[in-house]
């Protein structure tokens, strides 16, 4: 049968690499649901956003959020996936995190190199100039981590607009780095095309059902080898849309994690906190923590600025929360502001959020951490995926997060706008869903084996199939995950050009 030697299901961190890795060793088609995202096409104002919005009415929108129960992700779709809208952060893994997974750090520490050097990320020039530095040093005094992001930094204006997307052309998303690669290489690309289903063929390889993503016929493609690079979410749906042909083991959809997500406020501190400009989240602490099996687990707390977009609500929002909330406080330790200080700064910002306004003043506190992974997967009426994790705010590391904060409140003054997922009736929000199709030295442990290929329900594994992409993590990282997920596709491309070369050692 003719068709492609190798289709490759998402242009995500995965992806991309595994096109460009692989374009030069055969056909190759990468398929993508989304649109292209060229600079100044990404929204520009809330209403922009809000009409950007994935749904049946628009098919080729830029953004999705999936409840499930005690947990929201966000996913994107489009050419690049999720590296169109993100802050561009790029962390090195604590080693230690590799010590129960089937893959060793010593083994992906060479790929974790090579994709940097793709994506190239670079520290803000301005970190130091933002405030926060110097705060989370006299918090947590010799734990700053100081981040580096794919922003060709002299391109950067610093509007603070990465999420929605740059329209600048400074942020290096794999649009700019390895898809360009992967184009120049040979690969074949089909924008605006989704993948329905995929079934095993009798003489070998597989047929994908695609489907124009706004709507027509459905047509078939043959490829010898596939790669589900679709996203944590997106895969998980292809496998549960194609589960008749293509049924898995008993792990698919469980371990699921949100890798530690959470976003609180230190609102209206004495330190100055540059909210309101410049390009998002430059630093971080990496807080040591101990699980109640006494292994360790890092928390990674981010210092960021509200995205320039979210500005005006967010100060709006958060002047009315402030004093109002369960658990909100007023920390005196070592602030001697009067109240009439901190009430003109909210004031300032109602008339416009400006460097001496409360939102300035307020700390953004992200979290990456090594949560205990036990979400799962739940499917609504149309085939959606989400998480159920009904008490993901409860998590301890989440819990030991929130008191950290109460401590730095106590030191800096502030109030303390908590997690709203631990709000009563709230979710937490996530934009890093990981997990479900884990990887597994059995089939008892995994999804995929360590090799990323699909293990059936028998044990063996099927032959020509793999899924590379942020669903094979077993655990949460603790940092954000783009640099792994490339890590794991350079790994896997590796592997795939010697099954492309030579069948038999598929
Ligand atoms: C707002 C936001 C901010 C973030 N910030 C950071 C950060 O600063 N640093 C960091 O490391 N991580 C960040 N992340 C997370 C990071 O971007 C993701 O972990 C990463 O993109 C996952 O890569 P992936 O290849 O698994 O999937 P994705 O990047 O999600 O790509 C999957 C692609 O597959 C496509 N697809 C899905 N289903 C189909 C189908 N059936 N047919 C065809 N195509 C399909 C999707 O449209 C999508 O383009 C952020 C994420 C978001 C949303
Ligand atoms: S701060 Fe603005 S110019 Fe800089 S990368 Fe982000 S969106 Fe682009």
């Given at each position: ?79 690049g996936g999720a590296s169109l809208v993100n802050y561009g952060i ?106 329905v289903q995929l079934r095993p063929q009798p003489e070998g390889g ?301």
């Open positions: 049968m003719s068709g492609f030697d190798l289709a490759i299901v998402g242009s995500g961190y995965a992806g991309s690499v595994l096109a460009a890795r692989l374009a030069d060793q055969g056909r190759v088609v990468l398929i993508e649901r989304g649109r292209r995202w060229p600079p100044g096409s990404f929204p520009t104002g809330l209403a922009g956003v809000v009409r950007a919005r994935l749904s049946p009415r628009n098919p080729l929108g830029l953004w999705a959020m999936r409840l499930g129960a005690g947990t929201g992700n966000a996913l994107v779709s489009g050419y790029t962390a090195r893994p604590d080693p230690r995190v590799f010590a129960t997974w089937p893959v060793s750090a010593a083994e992906l520490a060479p790929h974790l190199d090579r994709a940097w050097a793709v994506l190239a990320p670079e520290p803000n020039p301005l970190a130091a100039a933002f405030g926060d530095q110097a705060f989370l040093d006299r918090l947590e005094p010799g734990r700053r981590v100081d981040l580096a992001n794919t922003i060709d930094w002299a391109r950067c204006t610093q509007c603070g607009r990465c999420v929605p997307g740059c329209n600048e052309g400074a942020k290096r998303s794999l649009d700019f780095t390895y898809l360009p690669l992967a184009e120049r290489a040979g690969a074949e690309v089909l924008t605006e095309t989704e993948v597989w047929t994908l059902t695609l489907r124009p993503t706004v709507g027509g016929p459905a047509q078939p493609l043959y490829a010898r080898q596939v790669v589900l690079a679709a996203g944590t979410l997106g895969t998980l749906e292809l496998l549960h849309r194609s589960a008749a042909a293509v049924p898995t083991t008993a792990v698919l959809g469980q371990h699921m994690s949100m890798n530690g997500d959470g976003l609180a406020f230190l609102y209206n501190t004495a330190a100055p906190l540059a909210g309101e400009h410049g390009a998002p989240i430059t630093t971080s602490v990496r807080l040591p923590f101990v699980d109640a099996d006494g292994e360790p687990r890092t928390l990674t707390v981010m210092s960021g600025r509200v995205p320039a977009l979210a500005r005006g609500p967010a100060a709006a929002v958060l002047a009315l929360l402030a004093g109002a909330l369960p658990g909100g406080r007023q920390g005196p330790g070592g602030n001697t502001e009067g109240w009439w200080q901190r009430a003109g700064r909210r004031l300032r910002d109602a008339a416009g959020v400006g460097s001496a306004g409360a939102l300035a003043h307020s700390f953004m506190y992200k979290l990456d951490a090594e949560d205990s992974a036990r979400g799962t997967v739940c499917f609504d009426a149309q085939g959606r995926a989400a998480i159920d994790w009904p008490d993901y705010a409860d998590d301890p590391i989440l819990r030991f997060a929130a008191e950290r904060l109460e401590h730095w409140a106590r030191v800096v003054g502030g109030t303390v706008v908590r997690n709203v997922g631990s709000w009563p009736g709230m979710r937490s929000f996530g934009v890093h869903p990981l997990g479900g199709c884990r990887l597994g030295a059995t089939p008892q442990e995994g999804v995929v084996d360590p090799r990323c290929r699909l293990y059936r329900p028998d044990g063996e594994v099927y032959r020509g199939l793999r899924v590379v992409d942020a669903s094979i993590f077993p655990t949460a990282l603790g940092v954000p995950p783009s640099l792994t997920v490339a890590a794991l596709a350079e790994r896997a491309a590796v592997d795939l050009a010697g099954a492309l070369r030579n069948p038999s050692a598929d």
